[in-house]
């Protein structure tokens, strides 16, 4: 008899270690399928909170955000490439040369959650995609709507949520609930409310935490 585990993954749709430990996390549900029953939810954590709307050159960001050179983030970005990779996650560096607010984003992935199974996985890997994979702006509300559409969300419904403001408070209450509660980096993965998995973790990581806390659970 299968285990059941709640799982938030706190993470931002910008954050390229949050692509990489989701993709890390699906592998190892692959590999526990029948012996673990995961009820997953992405909960909300923006990196730059204060980015404008128009967002900001990727190496001028990094640069005053950790001092990094533009020759460090080349040398990381190639590193976060090959780890996605090995994953199955397409970055595609050349094609991203911004960094976007995502609050909106949030928004719509707090919605797409109340819509149905697997609609909320199904958009953040949408967003992901686009952001990583096709570089566009994950804060321009088009770009949004055609991931909700992509995921099977309705599309009329996605644009009626992000135009009308739509669940503001309700993200800003989720971040600062995590943020009380020790997130300050992401991806943080939590599971049944008690273990933590902090990181970009590989699919065999968090193979063995899941079936280390599924063991502990009586029944």
Known sequence: MSKHLKIDFVSDVSCPWCAIGLAGLQRALERTAGEVDVELHFQPF????????????????????YGASPEQSAKNREAIRERGASV??????????????????????????????GKQLALK????????????????????IAAAQEAGL?????????????????????????????????????????HLIQGGQPPE???????????????
């Open 205 to 219: 990581a968090f193979e063995q935490a899941l079936r280390q806390i599924a063991a502990g659970i009586a029944g």
């Open 46 to 65: 923006e990196l730059n909170p204060n980015m404008p709307p128009e967002g900001q050159d990727i190496d001028e960001h990094l640069g005053e955000k």
């Open 88 to 117: 199955g996650f397409d970055f595609r560096m050349e094609k991203r040369g911004r960094i976007y607010n995502t609050f909106d984003a949030h928004r719509l992935l707090h919605w797409a959650d109340e819509e149905g199974e």
């Open 154 to 194: 309705d599309p009329v419904r996605a644009r009626e949520v992000l135009e009308a403001g739509t669940y503001t408070e309700e993200v800003r209450e989720q971040e600062q609930f995590y943020l009380r509660n020790g997130i300050h980096a992401v991806p943080a993965v939590i599971i049944n409310d008690r």
């Open 125 to 144: 890997q949408a967003l992901f995609k686009a952001y990583f994979t096709e570089g566009k702006n994950p804060g321009d509300i088009e770009v949004l």
